[in-house]
C-alpha cells in the first residue's frame, strides 16, 4: 500500500499528476457551456408545465398566446410529427402532454420567441382546462390494490429478486435475528450548470443540437423518433459539460426534443435554457428507498440469513429505475457473505418527481442500509464495528449473493485495514463511548465499506470506441463516444493515448463527442469511462502503432520490434526521428494516419427467474472512515476528518483520482447531512439552492485519500473505476460515527438537526410557518 | 424604456443602452459575448456569476446593469494580461482545482478580491471567503490548496 505510486512507475504519463487538458479553457472563461452557444437569429423556447401533479387535461387553448407579437411557435403534442414520447427502457414519457398530466414537471405546450421575455409572456397566456385526479405519492401504497393508478398497466415499474440458499434454513441456524427498517431521501443533482440546449434546422432536412448532454446516442433515438427523421439528420454534439452526475442523460430527452421541435416548426434556430427553478422541476433525481432488512447472526459474529425488501419511487416516469434497482439488488447484501438471501425490490410510480440516474445509482441507499446494519449487528455482539466486518466480508474466491465467484484479486479486507489503521479506529471508537457526560459536544468515529460491480454488467450492450488522428507535424486529435462532463474523461484518455504513442500530452487536443463522428458508445455512466474508453484507447493506437511502426523501421533501417515511441520521438538504438518527421513521411506513402479503437467488456450473465448470474465482470472495493463532533443540545452534526480508500485497480492520473474522491466524498456528505428534495402530495416544496442545501467549503473537513492498486487483468494497465464507489459510502461511515457520538442509531437520512436529537424529523406544516401560526393561536 | 449607461469592463469603455431589467450578467454575456461569467442559480446563492464592480466581488445575477453605470467591472476574460495566466489561475491549473469548470470563473474572481485585500490569508478565511462559491465537482479541497500556494508566496502579484 501506498497513497499515490505504489508500483513505482514504468509508464510516461500514466499515474502521474498530469493538468487537465481543458484546464486553461476553465480558468480563461474559453470553455463554451451549452447556455454559451448562441446563433444570430435564433429564437428561445419555453416550457408550461402542469400546475397539477395528476390530472385530466381537458382542453388546450394557444389563441391568445399565437396572437402575440414576436412569438414563432407555439406547440402542443397534436404539432408532433412522430413518436409522442420517449424513454430508453419503457417510452411512455411524453414530450409534450395529451390526455393526463403525472407530475408538475410534465409539460403540455411549447413557444418559440424572439425574446426570452416574450416567450414566458406567452406562455402565461396559454389556457389549460384540468381535472385534478386524486394524487399518488406514496410508493407503498401505490402498490396496494386500491391505489388510483399512475400508468394504465398499473403502478408496479419494476420488480427484481436474488434467492441464494434456504432463507428459513439460514434464520435456524441463527442464533438471533434483528429486523430494521432505513429510509433515504430523494435528492437532486444539483450540477451548478442548469440544462441548456440550442437546436438548429440542418441544411440536409435534419436537424443539431448542441448542448449540455450526457448521453448523445440515447438523444439522438428519442429526438430522430419524435421529429419521424433518420438518425443521420440528426446530429448531436457535447457542449463542454457543468456538471452531470448522471443527471443529463435521459432527462435531457424532453428539453432535445422540444427545442428540434421548435427549431424545425420555425426554420430559426431555438435556444432553450433552464432555469434552477425549472431544472428541479422537471429534472429526475435519486430514488428514495425504504428498505427493510432482516438479518439472522450466529454467537461467532457470522452472517447467516439476510431477508430483504426494499421499495423505491419511481416517481412518474420509468426512466433508468429498472437498471438502478437491478444495480441495488446484486449488491443489496453489501460486500459481505451471506450464504441464504432472499432479496426484492419493487419500484412502484407515483405522481412525484421522476427518478433515474444518480452518481451511485442504486447502491448509496443500500449502502446506507447494509453498513448501518453491521453497526448495529457489532453492537449486539459486543464486537466491534471493523472486527464485524472483517468476520463477513467478500475474500479472493468468495460467493457473492448472486452466486458469482470472484475470481480477480478482492482487496476489501486490505481497504477497511487501512482506514482503521490510518484513522486509529479501534481506540478512538472505545474511547468515546466512554465521554464526559458534562460537555456537550460529542465526538464519533464511524467506518463502512463496499464492492460495486465495474460499468454496466448484465444490464445491457457495454462497448465503446476511441477516434485518433495523427497530424503531420506530430500532434493529434482524439475523441470519444463517451464524454467528459467535468470529471475528466478527456484527460484520462488523452494520457492513454499519450501513453501509447509516445506523444506529449500537450500534443493532444480531445474533441468534444459528437455523435457523426463516433459511433454508439453507449451511455457515460456506470464508473465505465476510464476501463472502456481506456481500452478503447489502447485498441486504436496499437491499431495506428502497428500501421506506422513499419515505416518507422525502415527510416531507422531496423526492425520494428526495435523502436521506442516515447517523448515526441521514434528511437532505435542511439538514432532516432521525430513523431512529426514519422507521421509526414507516412502521409507522403499514402498511409492512414486515423484509427477508430472499439472495446466490448467482458461477457456477463443474469437469471432474471431466481436473481443469479455474473452480474459484473469485475468490481471495485473501497472503504471509509468518518469523524464526527455532535452537539447533542441541538443536533449539529460536524465532520471533522475522512478517510477513503479505494481499490481502483491502477491510477491513470492522480490529479484527476483525488479530485473524483474529494467530490465524491463532498456529495456524500450532503447526502448524510443536508440535502432532501422534499415535495407533499406530489408538490415540490422547493425549487433552488436557498432551500436545497449543498456542502459548501465551510462544511468540509481534510479528507485522506487512499488508493490500492490490485491491477486487474482486464482494465486499461490495470484500472477499474472510481467516481460512484468514490461517493456511495460516505454517507454511513457518518451516521455511523453520529451514533458512536450519541449511542443512538438513526435509520433515516439526512441526519438532520432534529432527527439527530430527537429521533425523528419535524415535519413542516403545507404552508411555511403554519405549524408555529397553530401555536400561536392555541 | 432603455437608458443609456457607460462601464468599463476589463479595461475597455463600453456604452450601451439597456432596459432597466437587464442584469449585468445578462449584459456580460449577451450584450458583450464575455460568456466565462455563469448563471447557476440566478437568487445569488451559488456564486458562478461572481464578478468585481470597482474591485468589489458582485453577484452579477442580482445586479441591474444600470446600477454599474460609471463602474469598472473586471470578469475572468480580464484575469489573462497578455496571454499569461494569472498566478492564481495557473495554481488552479496546476492543483487540479477544477473539474466541470462551470464554478471555476466565480471561484476566481471571489479569491482574486480576497488575495488583493488579504495578500497572506489564513486557510479559515480562505474558507470564509468563498463559502458563496458553490462546487458540486472538486469537494474544494484541491481549490483551497490552490489558493494557500498564491496566499503563501511573496509575489504581490495575483
Known sequence: ?778 | MKKLISLNVNGIAHELAVEPRRTLLELLREDLGLTGTKKGCGIGDCGACTVLVDGVATFSCLTLAIQVNGCSVETVEGLTKDGKLSRLQQAFVDHGAIQCGYCTPGMLMTTTELLRRNQHPKEQEIRKAISGNLCRCTGYQKIVEAIQEVARSENEEI
Open chain 1, 1 to 778: 500500500m501506498a497513497k499515490e505510486n505504489p508500483q513505482g512507475n514504468k509508464f510516461n504519463v500514466i499515474g502521474k499528476a498530469s493538468p487537465r487538458v481543458d484546464a486553461i479553457d476553465k480558468v480563461t472563461g474559453r470553455a463554451r457551456y451549452g447556455a454559451d452557444h448562441s446563433r444570430t437569429g435564433q429564437l428561445y423556447g419555453a416550457v408550461l408545465n402542469s400546475p397539477y401533479p395528476h390530472a385530466i387535461i381537458k382542453s388546450i387553448n394557444t389563441e391568445r398566446a399565437r396572437a402575440l407579437d414576436g412569438i414563432r411557435a407555439v406547440l402542443t403534442h397534436a404539432d408532433i410529427p412522430g413518436a409522442k414520447s420517449f424513454g430508453g427502457i419503457v417510452p411512455h414519457q411524453m414530450v409534450l402532454c395529451s390526455g393526463k398530466v403525472r407530475y408538475v414537471g410534465d409539460a403540455v405546450a411549447i413557444v418559440a420567441a424572439e425574446t426570452p421575455e416574450l416567450a414566458d409572456k406567452a406562455i402565461e397566456l396559454i389556457e389549460v382546462e384540468y381535472s385534478p385526479c386524486p394524487v399518488v405519492s406514496d410508493p407503498e401504497q401505490a402498490l396496494s390494490p386500491s391505489s388510483p393508478l399512475v400508468h394504465e398497466d398499473g403502478n408496479l415499474c419494476a420488480h427484481h429478486k436474488v434467492r441464494k440458499g434456504d432463507i428459513e434454513t439460514g434464520f435456524k441456524n441463527s442464533d438471533f435475528v434483528i429486523e430494521h427498517e432505513y429510509t433515504t431521501q430523494k435528492v437532486e443533482h444539483a450540477y451548478i450548470e442548469p440544462e441548456a440546449v440550442l437546436a438548429e434546422p440542418g441544411e440536409n432536412g435534419g436537424v443539431t443540437i448542441t448542448g449540455s448532454v450526457q448521453n448523445l446516442y440515447s438523444i439522438r433515438r428519442a429526438v430522430a423518433s419524435v421529429l419521424n427523421l433518420p438518425l443521420n439528420r440528426v446530429r448531436v454534439i457535447q457542449a463542454t459539460l457543468g456538471g452531470s452526475f448522471g443527471g443529463k442523460d435521459e432527462a435531457m430527452s424532453a428539453i432535445c426534443c422540444r427545442a428540434a421541435l421548435l427549431a424545425l416548426t420555425t426554420g430559426r434556430p431555438v435556444k432553450m435554457v433552464n432555469t434552477r427553478e425549472q431544472s428541479m422541476r422537471e429534472s429526475y433525481k435519486r430514488h428514495p428507498y425504504k428498505m427493510r432488512y432482516k438479518v439472522g447472526v450466529s454467537n461467532d459474529g457470522i452472517l447467516q440469513a439476510m431477508e430483504i425488501k426494499i421499495i423505491a419511487d419511481a416517481g412518474a416516469y420509468a426512466a433508468t429505475s429498472q437498471f438502478v434497482t437491478w444495480r441495488s439488488v446484486v449488491q443489496a447484501t453489501g460486500p459481505y457473505v451471506v450464504p441464504h438471501v432472499k432479496t426484492d425490490i419493487y419500484a412502484a410510480y407515483t405522481n412525484n418527481c421522476y427518478t433515474g440516474a444518480m452518481r451511485g445509482f442504486g447502491s448509496p441507499q443500500i449502502c446506507f442500509a447494509v453498513e448501518s446494519l453491521m453497526d448495529e449487528l457489532a453492537a449486539q455482539l459486543g464486537l466491534d464495528p471493523f472486527e464485524m466486518r472483517l468476520r463477513n466480508t467478500l475474500k479472493d474466491g468468495s460467493i457473492t449473493a448472486t452466486g458469482q465467484k470472484l475470481t480477480h484479486r478482492v482487496t476489501l479486507d486490505e481497504a477497511l485495514r487501512n482506514v482503521t489503521s490510518a484513522g486509529g479506529f479501534k481506540a478512538k471508537w472505545l474511547a468515546n463511548r466512554e465521554q464526559d457526560s458534562a460537555s456537550p459536544i460529542k465526538k464519533g468515529i464511524g467506518i463502512s465499506c463496499s464492492y460495486r460491480g465495474v460499468s454496466l454488467g448484465a444490464e445491457g450492450a457495454d462497448a465503446a470506441g476511441v477516434g485518433i488522428s495523427l497530424q503531420t507535424d506530430g500532434s493529434a486529435v482524439v475523441t470519444c463516444g463517451l464524454v467528459d462532463m467535468g470529471q475528466g474523461a478527456a484527460t484520462t484518455i488523452s494520457l492513454v493515448v499519450a501513453e501509447e504513442l509516445g506523444l506529449s500530452s500537450d500534443k493532444i487536443v480531445f474533441l468534444n463527442a459528437d455523435t457523426t463522428v463516433m459511433p454508439d458508445s453507449g451511455p457515460t455512466v456506470a464508473s465505465r469511462t476510464s476501463f472502456m474508453a481506456g481500452n478503447a484507447a489502447r485498441v486504436g493506437s496499437t491499431i495506428l502503432k502497428d500501421r506506422i511502426a513499419p515505416v518507422a523501421a525502415d527510416m531507422l533501417k531496423c526492425k520494428a520490434s526495435a523502436l521506442v515511441f516515447c517523448h515526441d520521438f521514434i528511437s532505435a538504438g542511439s538514432s532516432r526521428i521525430t513523431l512529426a518527421q514519422l507521421a509526414a513521411e507516412c502521409f507522403r506513402r499514402g498511409i492512414s494516419l486515423s484509427a477508430h479503437g472499439w472495446y466490448k467488456s467482458p461477457k456477463t450473465t443474469w437469471r432474471e427467474e431466481d436473481g443469479t448470474g455474473d452480474a459484473y465482470f469485475t468490481f471495485v472495493y473501497g472503504a471509509n472512515l468518518a469523524e464526527v463532533e455532535v452537539d447533542i443540545h441541538t443536533g449539529r452534526v460536524i465532520v471533522t476528518k475522512f478517510i477513503s480508500c479505494h481499490d481502483v485497480g491502477k491510477v491513470l492520473n492522480i490529479n484527476g483520482a483525488k479530485g473524483q474522491v474529494y467530490g465524491g466524498v463532498a456529495m456524500g456528505m450532503g447526502y448524510a447531512l443536508l440535502e432532501a428534495y422534499a415535495e407533499e402530495d406530489g408538490q415540490p416544496k422547493l425549487g433552488n439552492f436557498d432551500e436545497y442545501l449543498l456542502p459548501t467549503i465551510c462544511d468540509m473537513p481534510q479528507t485522506e485519500v487512499i488508493f490500492l492498486e490490485g491491477d486487474d487483468p482486464l482494465g486499461p494497465y490495470g484500472a477499474k473505476a472510481l467516481g460512484e464507489p468514490a461517493n456511495e459510502i460516505a454517507a454511513p461511515a457518518i451516521a455511523n460515527a453520529v451514533a458512536n457520538a450519541t449511542g443512538r442509531r438513526v435509520r433515516e437520512l439526512p441526519l438532520t438537526l432534529e432527527r439527530v436529537l430527537l429521533g425523528k424529523n419535524l415535519i413542516p406544516g403545507r404552508e411555511r410557518g403554519s405549524a408555529m401560526a397553530k401555536g400561536a393561536e392555541s
